[in-house]
């Protein structure tokens, strides 16, 4: 990798795996809508001089090729709300593929686990059946068809899956993002799901080690790669390490179908998660022996060690 862009750049993955870029001197330019979210985000880095700045829109592909000229690969980190998403993830991503098949890129495209449907083995490999079940999952299962569809002769891509993750950078987007933000803020929390299932989490910081590095070998494209976490660890758990973290004691409150159905009523995303619960019943765990066997050892953050900075980054910011 000579140069680099990122699309989404501001956003939960897009921002760490820009840093983890930028952290390793190879030259990245940072897409994004906002120029001053973009202008804000630079400057949490130090306004480092191997890193630019473009403003665009990410549906539309001019906006993304004109950026792109002179890169060799392109991060297509940016993603769409639960409620918006069978009407604009393919929309999205066919954008980002025209512009890359324009430019004849790579492309690292960054996913989640709702494709593999329910899990058939205790570890899920990159060879488990892609059974969905839910809408979701199928419509994340055609992103995945339409980025390794033939259409896009120019381009070499890969699509990496983190299960749920946090971390400094996670925001509303992700599941835990919520719930560590108003704890290390000391107010009231939601915990979505089940608090007593232990889950996979993946410290964000770990997975854009393993994206950089997979984006940097050629054998890597053309595949599916699990991005995994250190194991699993419940909610209980979670909140436990955050509050002796924080210092905080207010409440967390579970939400499970009933409570997330009626906060659906006033935010339309929060009714949009309940056909994912059954995630947090039983919980689907990836296997990294790919990546071990092809890339090598997997970084693993302790829950303790990744929670516990992740609310004191959340405070210092605040």
Known sequence: MNRVI???????????ITAELVKRGISTIAFGRSRQKLE????????????????????RSDDIAAAAEGTDVLFHCANVPYNEMASKLIP?????????????????????????GRRQMDKVTEEHPKQPHTKK??????????????RWNNVQAMIVRLPDYYGPTA?????????LEAIAAGKMAFFIGNMHVPREYVYLPDAAI?????????????????????????????????????????????????????????????????????????????????????IGKIPATK????????????????
């Open 137 to 150: 999952g199928k419509i994340r299962l055609a992103f995945e068809q339409m980025i390794f569809s033939s």
């Open 210 to 294: 393993m994206i950089a590095e997979l984006a940097s070998r050629d054998h890597a494209y053309g595949q599916n790669w699990n991005i995994p976490g250190p194991g699993s660890i419940s909610g209980r758990e979670i909140v436990r390490i955050a509050r002796q973290a924080s210092g905080a004691t207010k409440p967390v409150i579970p939400l499970g179908k009933m409570g997330l159905s009626l906060l659906g009523m006033f935010v339309p995303v929060m009714k949009e998660i309940v056909e994912m619960l059954y995630l947090t019943e039983e919980p689907l765990t990836l296997s990294g022996e790919k990546y071990e066997r092809q």
């Open 40 to 59: 804000q985000f630079a400057a949490q880095l130090g306004n480092p001089s191997n890193l630019s700045l473009a403003v665009g829109d990410a549906f």
């Open 171 to 179: 925001n509303q987007a992700s599941y835990l993002g919520g719930t």
């Open 6 to 16: 990122v699309v989404g750049a501001t956003g939960g993955t897009g921002a760490v």
């Open 303 to 318: 829950f303790a060690d990744g929670i516990t900075a992740t609310i004191r980054a959340l405070q210092n910011r605040n």
């Open 92 to 116: 999205l991503g066919e954008a980002v593929m025209e512009a890359a098949n324009r430019l004849s890129l790579k492309v690292v495209a960054v996913d989640g686990i709702y494709p593999y």
